[in-house]
């Protein structure tokens, strides 16, 4: 069953009652830090039927999980007017998914001066994780050319459990040209434990506003004076 939704169960006996049978019912956890709250709880077989239902909510916490089992089992009963009774299958495991709470990855758009030295993306998850994610991660030329205006990188980010933001760091050089502003991608790749939501993350690098003394260049003529 899904985190969040509600789980049917029946109670049945070969035989109707003559008087309401009383079923004592107990939840438990099976696996630590099941999203269900142990309890133990009385289902009554009404007289003349041969069946009751009854209900178990789960807890849908927005935090990605390995699968949880769960126990429902009965453990007592009273009346029903029989002279003995054979407790059959008296225990159902019940496995709980989380695929809706699996974290999306994101990673935002940065714009600098050349100045600035580095470049650095956030890269973020929707939600928190029990389980470790990870996401490789590469640089890709757009107008902007690595080993020029930009240092290559790529790499493997790791989040590890209930961390949701991680960052990429990438070297940027300044040059002497007046140019117009030129990009390049950082794109994610092969996600484990969340699924790529937004691809790339674009950088824009700008001439900066007040060149430098790095950003000027000396124009001399030599020759014989005499």
Do not use: R, W
């Amino acid at each position: 069953t899904a985190e969040g939704e509600s789980v049917t169960y029946t109670l049945s006996v070969t035989n109707a009652p003559l008087v309401d049978m009383e079923v004592e019912v107990t939840i438990s956890q099976v696996t630590t830090n099941g999203d269900i709250v142990p309890a133990v709880t009385s289902v009554t077989i009404p007289a003349g039927q041969t069946s009751a239902t009854f209900m178990v909510d789960n807890v849908n916490n927005d935090i990605y999980e390995n699968l949880e089992e769960y126990s429902v089992a009965i453990t007592n009963y009273t009346d029903g007017g029989y002279e003995i009774v054979d407790l059959g299958n008296s225990e159902v495991i019940t496995t709980i998914t989380d695929e809706a709470d699996k974290p999306k990855i994101t990673i935002n758009d940065v714009s600098v001066d050349e100045d600035a030295g580095t470049m650095t993306f956030t890269v973020a998850l929707s939600n928190q994780s029990e389980l470790p994610v990870t996401v490789n991660f590469h640089t890709v030329d757009g107008t902007a050319t690595a080993g020029l205006d930009y240092e290559q990188t790529s790499g493997s980010l790791v989040f590890d459990p209930f961390v949701t933001t991680q960052t990429i760091t990438v070297a940027i050089h300044d040059d002497f040209i007046a140019e117009n502003p030129e990009t390049f991608k950082v794109v994610l790749t092969n996600a484990t434990n969340a699924t790529i939501e937004d691809e790339f993350g674009l950088g824009v690098i700008a001439d900066e506003l007040t060149p430098g003394v790095e950003d000027t260049i000396v124009v001399s003529l030599s020759g014989d004076a005499n």
